[in-house]
């Protein structure tokens, strides 16, 4: 998940713990690319699996398959059949919509518009349901990928990288108790999908090509290195890997090196976001009373995080307009608790108003 723009200085900054501070670096993932080729020539990565692709022979419990395009109501159509079924989307204004279309009782939304204790909780009550065989359909933004251990019988993925694509499988027959499961992919056609990130959009270019190639086999280890072996050839490899030439900071030769001007370049989130904290329980809501007051409201903050939603500066904007953030200690953006029912739903999480023209934001 590392953007392209920035593998050579991260892979640098790997390599130079390992080589000169004592460091051992684990790249533990069933969709690794060829990290070498951002190293130096005398590197050598070390395999730790004996035979990977004798694992994924081993392990494979799922199956891929391809429907092409679906509108909303197909797929909406399809996810209300199913007693327990995954579907998983690029954006959080198709996963929001989806999730209105869905029928009778055991569905659930998840994105990164809940905040983390409001995301523990939906997974704690997914898990129960699955487990005791109840009605659970979720519709859910690639937050479901980053490693949670969850196991659904089928699942649906909109077309991504094919990093994504695996790793949405990880969530089908994760326990091996359905035999050989589905997850299939298709191309999204929604009236919830506003614009599509560049990034996003050049991974999925590419895993189109790959899915055509290995039509029966996309999870598989020659599918997933012609992935990034063609993702890293979608340009001049010396300009997009350190476009913004960050290791030139360090390649002074009286070792003036340029450490606070490397530190502004490497952004790994490009786009300014704004944090909200939400008082979501009465635990949120003592804990921000103490923030308005403290003298080191570091340690508050830190107690904070499973309380707070990021968001784009645009968004944030919005938000401020309708007068729904209040800010604490001169500082902090805190959701106005007044408005908490208009603009935190339960199911949704942070509502961001849609943006009005003329309507005093500015850039």
């Known amino acids: 998940m590392l953007p392209r723009e920035y593998m050579r200085p991260a892979m640098a900054a790997v390599w130079e713990l390992v080589t000169n501070y004592g460091a051992s670096a684990v790249f533990c993932t069933a969709t690794q690319p060829k990290l070498e080729q951002f190293l130096p020539e005398a590197t050598n990565p070390i395999e730790l699996a004996a035979d990977p692709q004798e694992l994924f022979d081993f392990y494979k419990r799922v199956k891929v398959k391809n429907l092409e395009t679906l509108a909303d109501e197909d797929l909406l159509e399809r996810l209300n059949q ?3 079924v995954l579907c998983i989307v690029n954006t959080r204004g198709h996963a929001s919509g989806l999730f209105g279309g869905l029928q009778g009782e055991g569905n659930y939304h998840l994105s990164t518009l809940l905040c983390p204790a409001h995301r523990k909780e939906k997974l704690d009550e997914i898990r129960k349901r699955l487990v005791n065989g109840q009605t659970c359909r979720v519709v859910s933004t690639s937050v479901m990928e980053a ?11 909109a077309i991504s990288g094919l990093d994504s694509i695996n790793q949405a499988a990880g969530r089908v027959n994760r326990e091996m108790k359905h035999g050989v499961s589905e997850l299939f992919i298709f191309e999204p056609k929604s009236e919830f999908i506003k614009n599509t990130p ?5 991974a999925i270019e590419v895993a189109r090509i790959v899915l055509r190639k290995y039509p029966d086999a996309p999870i598989s280890i020659p599918a997933i290195e012609s992935y990034f ?16 030439g960050i290791l030139a900071c360090f390649e002074d030769n009286n070792s003036r090196f340029k450490f606070e001007t490397a530190a502004r370049l490497f ?3 490009e786009d300014v976001t704004e944090m909200v904290i939400i008082p979501y329980n009465d635990e949120a809501v003592k804990l921000i009373d103490e923030l308005k007051f403290a003298q080191y409201p570091l340690s508050i903050l830190r107690k904070l995080q499973p ?5 784009y500066e645009d968004e944030f ?9 209040l800010t604490v ?21 942070l509502h961001i108003p849609e943006r009005v023209e003329g309507e005093g934001l500015f850039f």
Not at 147 to 157: A, E, N, Q, S, T
Not at 198 to 202: L, S
Not at 317 to 325: D, F, I, T
Not at 338 to 347: A, E, I, S, T, V
């Open 82 to 84: 199913y007693l327990q």
């Open 147 to 157: 490693g949670i251990d969850i196991d659904f019988p089928v699942g649906y993925r």
């Open 198 to 202: 560049r990034y996003v959009a050049q």
């Open 229 to 244: 072996g063609q993702l890293y050839n979608l340009q001049d490899p010396n300009v997009s890997f350190d476009y913004k």
């Open 267 to 269: 952004q790994i989130i």
């Open 307 to 311: 309380f707070t939603v990021s968001i």
């Open 317 to 325: 904007n919005r938000l401020s307009v309708k007068g729904a953030l």
């Open 329 to 349: 200690a001169d500082k902090y953006a805190v959701l106005n608790p007044q408005y908490k029912k208009d603009f935190y739903d339960p199911h949704r999480g």
